[in-house]
């Protein structure tokens, strides 16, 4: 409760990860690790999970080729076949993120800033992790799916979805620091 004639705001403060994956203890320097993975956050391809992609292979695939142009790692990022501490130590590595909305995301807590993050959104049910994603530092790019909501399945335009990763991807490339 907030007493009478008292304000407050809700500022975004730079985090520091309250858990660290090497091993290291929090306020001393952890190792740095090569920045030079590419992410796609799959949801399944079976289609039992909400917000599932019919097309994601294809998606997926486009997503690969183009970072492996770019000289980038691509692996495939889910709770089905990663542990956790693989899954934080993949998102600190992450140069490129790509994920339909989903709870998988909240692993970019744990990504460096200047990690550029592609999120798919069900246009129906419109909220995003854009606000947490800024306050960390990261480049957000939000991508629509036109009529969707959070209960089916969906296909994504593989046109749209290629001009969008190719600019996320181009500009993330064109930082000097990885």
Request: charged share 20%; hydrophobic share 40%; net charge neutral.
């Amino acid at each position: 409760m907030i007493a009478k004639g008292f304000s407050c705001k809700i500022i975004y403060v730079r985090r520091t990860p309250p858990l660290f994956v090497d091993g290291s203890i929090p306020g001393h320097t952890r190792p740095p690790l090569p920045r030079n993975l590419c992410l796609w956050g799959s949801r399944g391809v079976n289609g039992d999970c909400p917000r599932c992609l019919e097309n994601e292979v294809r998606l997926s695939q486009i997503v690969q080729s183009l970072c492996e142009e770019k000289g980038l790692e691509f692996k495939v990022f889910s709770v089905r076949n990663t542990s956790f501490d693989e899954r934080l130590t993949m998102v600190r590595r992450a140069r490129f993120i790509v994920a339909v909305h989903g709870g998988l995301n909240f692993h970019f807590y744990w990504a460096e800033p200047t990690t550029t993050f592609v999120e798919i959104v069900m246009e129906l049910a419109a909220h995003s992790l854009a606000p947490a994603s800024l306050s960390l530092g990261l480049y957000y790019w939000y991508l629509p799916v036109p009529g969707a909501d959070h209960y089916t399945k969906h296909i994504i335009v593989p046109e749209t979805f290629f001009n969008v990763t190719v600019a996320a991807l181009d500009e993330q490339m064109a930082l000097t620091a990885p």
